[in-house]
């Protein structure tokens, strides 16, 4: 399985970012897809995530200001970030669970300033 992800960039402070991410490969079930991000100097931490059937987590730094989706048929997911903060400025890294193995996309930057 290999993951494609795109939608990285600078963006200002308070503004909106989409993160796409793509699937490909020999793919029978995913069945958890999500986002980490990884700050300079910190740990890769996890951003949301979504089942198969659409139960999504978030965690607390983003919770009521994003929204992840996904479309099985296509493999895809897609992360919808507003009201962006200094500190959301990380590398994005795609995240997918195939039959227990965990595949990830080589990561996208995101740099919120002004």
């Known amino acids: 399985v290999q993951l494609q992800a795109s939608g990285g960039g600078l963006v200002q402070p308070g503004g909106s970012l989409r993160l796409s991410c793509a699937a490909s490969?020999?793919?029978?079930?995913?069945?958890?897809m999500g986002w980490y991000r990884q700050a300079p100097g910190k740990e890769r931490e996890l951003v949301a995530l979504?089942?198969?059937?659409?139960?999504?987590n978030y965690a607390d730094s983003v919770k009521g200001r994003s929204t992840i989706s996904r479309d099985n048929a296509k493999n895809t997911v897609s992360l919808l970030v507003n009201s962006l903060k200094p500190e959301d400025t990380a590398v994005y890294y795609c995240?997918?669970?195939?039959?227990?193995?965990?595949?990830w996309g080589k990561g996208t930057l995101v740099t919120v300033s002004s």
């Open positions: 995240h997918a669970v195939h039959f227990l193995v965990d595949y």
């Open positions: 490969g020999t793919i029978l079930s995913i069945n958890v």
């Open positions: 979504i089942t198969s059937g659409g139960t999504a």
